[in-house]
C-alpha cells in the first residue's frame, strides 16, 4: 500500500485481556514509531525501532506494554492484562532511512477501548 | 528537555474569518525540526509543514502560513479567510534535528488547538 495501515482500527477489551494491535510502515522504510495519544491530549512518544531493533523504548508506561518488529517490517504493539488507562488511540509512524526533515508518515491509528 | 505548548485549547469562528493558532516551544538543542499536523474527526494525522531551527523565513500555502520566531521560541500557524474544513485539531510538534542515520527523531507534540468553524 501507498502509506502506513494499522488494525485493527477500533478495539474494544475488557479489562484484564491482553490485545494485539498491528502496523504496517511503507514498504522499505527503517524507522519505525509507536506514539500513544489520550483523548483531549497530543501524540506521546512509546517506542522506536530501526529495522528489527527496538532502540528506545523508554516511553512504555509500564511492563504490560511490549513491542516487537522481528523482520524489521511489520511490528506489533502488545498490551498484557489491560487496564482502564490504556484507553487511547495508538498511532504508527514510519520513516525512510534517509528522510531529511525527520518526515514521519502516520497511520490512522488504532482506538483501543477498555471496559 | 524539550516541551510544546499551545495554549488555546478550543478555538471558534465563523467562515471567513482568518484565525491564529499559537504555539510555543522549549529545547536546549541549537538545531532542530517545527511541525504543524492536522487531525480531522478521522483520526488520522496530516502533515502540514516542518521548519528548521536555523531558517526562520515565513512561509506561505495558499490560506495558510507560518510565522517562525526563534527569539520568542514561537511558530505561529494562521489561516486566512477560514472554511467549515479546516475545522480539526491542530497539533504543533518539536524534534531534534540530525544525521537520521543516527539520531532518532521522536517528535514531542503540544496538547493541540480544536479549531470550529461555523458556516
Known amino acids: 500500500g501507498a502509506g502506513v495501515s494499522q488494525s485493527p482500527r477500533y478495539k474494544v477489551a475488557k479489562r484484564g485481556q491482553d490485545v494485539a494491535l498491528r502496523c504496517d510502515p511503507i514498504s522499505g522504510h527503517v524507522s519505525l514509531f509507536w506514539y500513544q495519544q489520550a483523548l483531549g491530549q497530543g501524540p506521546e512518544f512509546l517506542t522506536y525501532?530501526?529495522?528489527?531493533?527496538?532502540?528506545?523504548k523508554s516511553g512504555l508506561p509500564s511492563d504490560r506494554f511490549f513491542a516487537e518488529r522481528p523482520e524489521g517490517s511489520v511490528s506489533t504493539l502488545k498490551i498484557q492484562r489491560t487496564q482502564q488507562e490504556d484507553s487511547a488511540v495508538y498511532l504508527c509512524?514510519?520513516?525512510?532511512?534517509?528522510?531529511?526533515?525527520?518526515?514521519?508518515?502516520f497511520g490512522p491509528g488504532t482506538r483501543l477501548t477498555v471496559l | 528537555a524539550q516541551k510544546v505548548t499551545q495554549a488555546q485549547t478550543e478555538i471558534s469562528v465563523v467562515e471567513k474569518e482568518d484565525v491564529t493558532l499559537d504555539c510555543v516551544y522549549e529545547?536546549?538543542?541549537?538545531?532542530?525540526?517545527l511541525f504543524w499536523y492536522k487531525q480531522p474527526p478521522s483520526g488520522e494525522l496530516v502533515f502540514l509543514i516542518r521548519?528548521?531551527?536555523?531558517?526562520?523565513q515565513n512561509e506561505i500555502n495558499g490560506r495558510y502560513s507560518w510565522n517562525f520566531q526563534k527569539s520568542t521560541s514561537s511558530f505561529n500557524f494562521t489561516i486566512t479567510a477560514s472554511q467549515v474544513v479546516d475545522s480539526a485539531v491542530y497539533f504543533c510538534a518539536l524534534s531534534e534535528a540530525g544525521n537520521y542515520g543516527g539520531s532518532q527523531g521522536n517528535l514531542i507534540f503540544g496538547k493541540g488547538t480544536k479549531l470550529s468553524v461555523k458556516p
Open positions: 509512524a514510519s520513516r525512510a532511512e534517509r528522510s531529511s526533515y525527520n518526515e514521519q508518515f
Open positions: 525501532f530501526q529495522n528489527e531493533a527496538q532502540l528506545d
Open positions: 529545547t536546549r538543542d541549537t538545531t532542530y525540526y
Open positions: 521548519r528548521n531551527s536555523f531558517d526562520e
